[in-house]
């Protein structure tokens, strides 16, 4: 786990000198924000298999060293992707190392600064860097498609909380020495905050439901109002687009369980409900609109 920091520790000095400890921001002018430390390979295999990456997935790797990551996902997984890195020495490595194990029609490697680079393709991201450098990126990896995973060796996002994490002892590549490595996986989680409005006919009848969603990053709660009454749900999940939660309200004069699926869509959720109760048993198509965003909460960020 202090591997990064104990590295960047004994380059502390000459890395101010150099101007390295500017925000990512100001690491715009070129200088890198994190030092070069490889991440062990059992533990890229640990990240990788956290991802569940398959040959389906593009995965970008920030700040990506001797590509040892992305090739690794391409060479075991059939991944395509690319790395960045401001290094043009990491960047010649990268790209031999690539040609070295035969996948250099499914990778590639640009000279560019990680917060200049455009992440809407992947739906991987891998990333070594530090904890500063975590949570500058944190708004901008929260506005990537929702659904893409994030896997970050060694260092959190903060109040971001990992939807999984693991610790690995692997060895170190510097200094031969054990250590220990975390390894923090998020799934990027929709926009679901907010008031949503559906209709669908129950029993013959149209019934009108309004959901209230609050939402911190994945983290999601609420309620709905059915024919006038609050009824809280206490158990919406939230994995990416996928939305989930079930209560039971009073429907036709009858306690009735609801079960609600479905993907947020931007303003629209679509899936399904399934209703049971003494009096009816039915599986309908749901579709909610958004009505409002939740304002101001700063929930996202
Ligand atoms: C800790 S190393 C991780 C290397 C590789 N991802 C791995 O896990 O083996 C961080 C890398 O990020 C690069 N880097 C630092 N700041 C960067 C920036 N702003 N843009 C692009 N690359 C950067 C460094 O040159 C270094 O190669």
């Given at each position: ?40 390979q ?35 997984f ?49 990333m ?21 995973r994030?896997?970050s ?43 949503w ?61 609801h ?43």
């Open positions: 786990m202090q591997r990064l920091l104990r590295v960047f520790n004994r380059v502390l000095p000459a890395l101010a000198f150099a101007g390295v400890l500017a925000s990512g921001a100001q690491a715009a002018g070129d200088q890198p924000s994190v030092p070069y430390v490889p991440t062990p059992a533990v890229v295999d640990r990240m990788l298999e956290m991802a569940k990456v398959t040959a389906q997935d593009y995965l970008i790797d920030l700040g990506s060293g001797d590509g040892r990551i992305v090739v690794t996902a391409a060479k075991k059939g991944a395509r992707g690319f790395g960045v890195d401001l290094n043009p020495v990491r960047i010649s490595e990268a790209n031999e190392n690539a040609r070295r194990n035969g996948v250099t029609d499914k990778v590639a490697f640009y000279q560019r600064n990680l917060f200049d680079t455009d992440l809407s393709q992947a739906t991987v991201i891998t070594y860097l530090l904890p500063r450098v975590n949570l500058e990126l944190r708004p901008k990896l929260l506005e990537l498609k929702p659904g893409t994030l896997v060796h060694d260092f959190d996002m903060g109040d971001w909380k990992a939807d999984a994490s693991v610790r690995i002892n692997a060895a170190d590549k510097f200094s031969g020495a054990g250590g220990d490595s975390d390894v923090y996986f998020w799934v990027v989680p929709a926009k679901a905050g907010g008031s409005r559906s209709q669908f006919p129950v029993s013959g009848k149209p019934q009108t439901y309004e959901f209230m969603f609050e939402q911190k990053y994945q983290v999601i709660s609420g309620s709905v109002q059915v024919n006038g009454r609050a009824v809280k749900i206490p158990d919406a999940k939230l994995r990416g687009a996928e939305l989930s939660f079930s209560f039971t309200a009073e429907v036709n004069g009858a306690p009735v369980k079960e609600f699926s479905g993907r947020v869509d931007g303003d629209r959720i679509i899936g399904q409900a399934a209703l049971s109760g003494s009096r009816l048993t039915a599986r309908v198509e749901w579709i909610a609109e958004r009505a409002a965003r939740v304002a101001g909460t700063g929930a996202m960020n």
